[in-house]
């Protein structure tokens, strides 16, 4: 790729349902400059997650929808190219809220921050063990879930990138850990790589079925449940929660492509279990990553915790590698690298 191109990957429709090759398009454009005050960054890798995709619908949400003809919006890991800032200079490597694209304009004042990249065995970490990633699960299960010793955690999306490190977490904690996940071999990773308990495939069988193995796995019930999926899966979940159980919300990855927005129809459980509900979103937690960041760390370097990557390559193949996250296809954090 040419250093006077740009790479960009653009959102030209709203997607109905699943997102079509031809919502997006790929162009090619001349490399900016840096704005005064602002700085050019060359994206190295970027973070593919199940957020973009209720980003590009033209609905309320906890971000605005990317416009039609931006690039999609997404957190990269890369270098200073061109910089006015003087907080930053060519060469740094840094990570902020950009877009996929091969060089990004960050304007004064952008979600950007400096990294050292040499306290790390790869720079793509910080967009999993100790980025957004690791961190959803850290502050997610150990302040949204308060787990206790001797609880029952119950996972779903298990063997995803924020899944499989909220598993691993509740074991460092002294938990009971069911993963819930699509395929056999993925519950065999959550069993034989992440240390679970149990592992229970979803996989062509219905809301009672998923339900009776639950409650197989769990008969005290079900003291935590962090919840990434959303639909049947969840809706067998909310049957077999515990006295007092917390129900952690950081995803709805099943609903997300819905042509016909679903909903949860086991609510009544939490009246009958006496439940609480925590919607989670990790934004919230930004003045207190260095002490997540600086726990996972220890944690990998004393062998207890496992973070995988599912790195693709390559900005033109963006949708392609996107795709995995809903196909089912991706075997930990989904990472695109740049070149």
Not at 90 to 109: H, K, Q, R, T, Y
């Amino acid at each position: 790729m040419p250093d006077t191109e740009n790479r960009r990957f653009l959102l030209v429709k709203r997607p109905i349902g699943t997102p079509a090759r031809d919502d997006f398009q790929l162009v090619r454009e001349a490399v900016p400059h840096a704005p005064e005050g602002g700085m050019v960054v060359r994206n190295r890798f970027i973070s593919l997650d199940p957020a973009q995709r209720g980003w590009m619908d033209d609905a309320p949400s906890y971000m605005p929808p990317i416009a039609l003809g931006d690039p999609v919006r997404a957190t990269t890991v890369g270098v200073v190219e061109e910089s006015r800032n003087p907080d930053f200079a060519p060469g740094d490597w840094v990570l902020g809220l950009n877009a996929i694209e091969d060089f990004s304009i960050v304007l004064p004042g952008g979600f950007t921050s400096r990294i050292d990249v040499g306290m790390v065995d790869r720079p793509s970490r910080y967009l999993s063990a100790v980025g957004a990633v690791g961190l959803t699960a850290y502050f997610g299960l150990l302040d949204a879930g308060q787990p206790q010793p001797g609880e029952t955690l119950l996972v779903t999306g298990a063997a995803g990138a924020v899944g499989s490190m909220v598993g691993q977490i509740g074991k460092i904690m002294g938990m009971r850990v069911i993963g819930i996940a699509g395929g056999a071999e993925k519950c065999r990773r959550l069993v034989g790589d992440y240390g679970f308990d149990a592992a229970i495939d979803y996989k062509d069988k219905s809301q009672a079925q998923i339900a009776a193995e639950i409650a197989e796995a769990a008969p005290q019930g079900i003291d935590i449940l962090f919840e990434n999926v959303g639909g049947e899966v969840m809706d067998a979940a909310m049957l077999n929660l515990a006295l007092h159980a917390r129900v952690v919300l950081c995803g709805l990855i099943s609903e997300y492509n819905s042509a016909e927005k679903v909903g949860m129809r086991n609510l009544w459980q939490v009246i009958v279990k006496q439940a609480t509900i925590k919607g989670f979103l990790i934004a919230a937690y930004v003045p207190r990553f260095a002490e997540g960041g600086a726990q996972i760390a220890q944690w990998i370097a004393e062998g207890k915790l496992r973070v995988d990557e599912d790195i693709q390559f390559g900005l033109d193949n963006a949708y392609d590698a996107f795709m995995r996250l809903f196909t089912g296809a991706n075997t930990g954090k989904l990472v695109l690298e740049v070149d």
